[in-house]
């Protein structure tokens, strides 16, 4: 069998965007819960009450995802279904879901995979402060406690946080996403706490023998508009915030303030030792790349001195999301991550291309022949890529964009939550099965 051949292939999905039943069975509110009441912050004035009913339908879907010859299937954990108030009583109603999950994924023979963080935080916790007070460290390491004596006699593999830089970016820097707080300053507090629960909760997890713990990263492909020290000095400090905040830290490389110098602000929050905390040394990394921006120096931004060129203005055709599709940052990130000074494991821990309703799904077919292209380019440079998790298998709730972006290789009918495969989840069947002659 060709190293190809080898490769796993799976999918992804978070809690959040797929589960509904948002107050039922001792679940407690989640910051994503409490962002979607406030219907305007929602481009289609959704939520996700409902969602794809996962809650219900888990055997449906984990049934299509091994039908389609999917080997994994990581889904994420919701933290206040597990803690309802954050920090306390566990919800065993919340535990027997989980292991109804895990059990049925073993049972069809599909690997259950855990992130133990998607981005739903429990509301409790944010009245105290979220992830801007340090004590969330204690907080989410107990969480991850409980995670692994009640999941880690059967998942193997579990991946801490999902995405840092955009949870961080989202909700405490831009106020776009859940919980909505804006500011340098609870961004920087936020993100040192969310990087050292990372490292304790990576601890914690491997008292236990034999599991695989990694991180899900968020890559941006970032160029100079253009070639101007200036345009590619602002390129060099987005890389920093957006491709290396959030491993270097784990890598014992430090925060990146030279590249950042705004981040040197950091240190306001260290308690001794923190630095040293913060390594860890990770089974494997998990990549997740969508698009590239393009950014051009500019004075009047306050503290990154650069903004974004948007794609219309470059000529460039973008998907729903409003982002460029770029196949061609798979390879890339994929590569750059192999010169870190590791050999660790990579896996493509998400990667798809969102698409309008009425869009022709042949064009997510094309991504992923794309992407089947890098793929086996790095593989033939000795690049440890291990596998490849879609996103997503049932189109769900994006975040603030609601329902309309589909990322999903399967239809979700959003009024009697029907699933229908799309073309690409039948060329998917098919490319799997012929994989393996
Ligand atoms: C990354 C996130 O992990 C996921 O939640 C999101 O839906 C996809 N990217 C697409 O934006």
Request: proline share 4%; glycine share 8%.
């Amino acid at each position: 069998m060709s190293k190809f051949q080898k490769l796993l292939w799976g999918c992804t999905i978070a809690a959040a965007q797929t589960e509904g039943a948002y107050n039922i069975e001792g679940k407690g509110p989640s910051i994503w819960d409490e962002f979607t009441r406030k219907s305007y912050k929602i481009k289609d004035r959704s939520n996700a009450k409902i969602a794809t009913d996962f809650y219900h339908r888990y055997k449906e879907d984990i049934d299509l995802a091994a039908s389609l010859g999917l080997k994994i299937f990581r889904f994420s954990i919701s933290w206040p279904r597990i803690i309802p108030h954050g920090t306390g009583d566990v919800n065993t109603k919340g535990v027997d879901f989980y292991n109804n999950v895990i059990d049925y994924c073993l049972k069809v023979g599909i690997q259950p995979w855990i992130t133990t963080y998607h981005w739903d935080l429990p509301q409790k916790l944010q009245d105290k402060g979220g992830w801007t007070n340090r004590e969330i460290v204690n907080w989410y390491t107990d969480y991850v406690e409980i995670l692994k004596e009640h999941f880690a006699d059967r998942v193997k593999y579990w991946i801490l946080i999902n995405e840092g830089v955009v949870c961080m970016g989202g909700g405490y820097f831009l106020g776009v996403h859940a919980p909505g707080k804006r500011g340098i300053r609870n961004f920087i507090a936020a993100t040192h706490h969310l990087l050292l629960a990372q490292a304790e909760g990576f601890r914690v997890l491997k008292q236990k023998k034999d599991l695989q713990v990694g991180t899900a990263i968020s890559c941006t492909k970032i160029e100079p508009y253009r070639d101007t020290i200036n345009d590619r000095k602002a390129a060099i400090r987005i890389d920093a915030l957006m491709n290396r905040l959030f491993i270097e830290p784990h890598l014992g490389m430090g925060y990146p303030h030279e590249d950042l110098p705004i981040i040197s602000r950091i240190s306001k929050y260290y308690q001794e030792g923190d630095l040293e905390r913060l390594k860890v040394d990770f089974d494997f990394w998990g990549i997740q790349t969508y698009t590239r921006e393009v950014v051009k120096g500019t004075w009047y931004i306050p503290y990154l001195g650069a903004m974004l060129v948007r794609p219309k203005k470059r000529n460039v055709k973008t998907s729903i999301m409003g982002w460029e599709t770029y196949p061609q940052g798979i390879p890339y990130f994929l590569e750059r991550f192999a010169k870190y000074d590791t050999k660790k494991p990579l896996w493509l821990t998400e990667c798809g291309m969102a698409l309008a309703k009425d869009e022709d799904d042949q064009n997510r077919i094309e991504y992923y022949q794309k992407v089947i292209i890098g793929m086996k380019s790095v593989l033939d440079k000795g690049v440890n890529l291990k596998g490849i998790l879609l996103w997503t298998l049932v189109d769900n709730f994006e975040w603030a964009e609601g329902y309309i972006p589909k990322f999903g290789i399967v239809e979700l009918d959003k009024k009697t939550l029907k699933r229908t495969m799309k073309k690409s989840a039948l060329w998917l069947k098919e490319y799997l099965l012929n994989i393996e002659l």
